[in-house]
């Protein structure tokens, strides 16, 4: 299987596999049946999740019904636990980039949130944008998910700057990367062109560098405030394994002060 999956991702389009996954979720989701793991995201259990990775494979970290992946589903905890998105009665305006299916249709069908979603492929985007040049107005939006895409950006830079022009004042922003928490430094190398060493040396093909902690610091000089949010140290260990959660994982909380 899990020769299988990597065979897949790496040669199949992403925006083709988004449509194709809409017809096989519902029969993974019987297939795999049980109660080991469970989805915090909807609460379905299963007896395994499937594997996932597009160099080195992860086992167990592909939800069968939402295919949430690790960072979704500590992100929803997060969301869930520790903040008011999804019980404020304040209206508020959402910018979700690259919007993952884990999401998509729970936060579409949210009252409490205009939802616009933006990609330059994505099927799922309203809005077909560049993030480097984006067609908003400066301080829109309350809350901006980013999340696993500045680092496909060869200009992280003038993305950053365009998240912070058109995030509010007081707003918040979620801005997950794939990150080496033991690189003091972002990595990068353009010379190297081939695909199956890209992803060997990036853990995808299609990324152009890997974030160290210096990251947070980078964020922090677009005009950021930055939480980094260490969550499975506030979970359970039987949950984080429940959940099948990445141990240390840090999510970047970045609020535009007022």
Known sequence: M???????????????LIRL???????????????????????????MFLPYGYG??????????????ERHRLLWLYLQNETDFFTSNAKKKVLHFAPEQAFYKLFRNQKNIEY??????SPLADVKADI?????????????????????IPDDTKAMQELFRVLKPGGMAILQIPQDLSRTTTYSDNSILDQKERAKIFGQYDHVRIYG???????????FTVI??????????ELV???????????PVCFKKK
């Open 2 to 16: 899990k020769k299988l999956f990597k065979l897949i991702l790496n040669t199949i389009p992403r925006p083709i």
């Open 21 to 47: 996954s809409y017809v096989a979720r519902p029969i993974l989701a019987v297939l795999l049946k049980g109660d080991k793991f469970t989805d915090p995201i909807d609460g379905k259990s299963f007896r």
């Open 56 to 69: 080195t494979q992860r086992n167990n970290v592909l939800s069968p019904s939402t295919l949430s992946l």
């Open 116 to 121: 616009t979603t933006t990609d330059l492929l």
């Open 132 to 152: 480097c040049n984006l067609p908003f107005e400066d301080n829109e939006y309350d809350i901006i998910f980013c999340n696993h895409v500045l680092e496909h």
């Open 213 to 223: 902690i210096d990251y947070f610091e980078k964020l922090r000089s677009i005009g």
């Open 228 to 237: 980094e949010e260490d969550y499975t140290a506030k979970i359970t260990p």
């Open 241 to 251: 394994k429940k959940y099948c959660l990445a141990n240390g994982e840090i999510i």
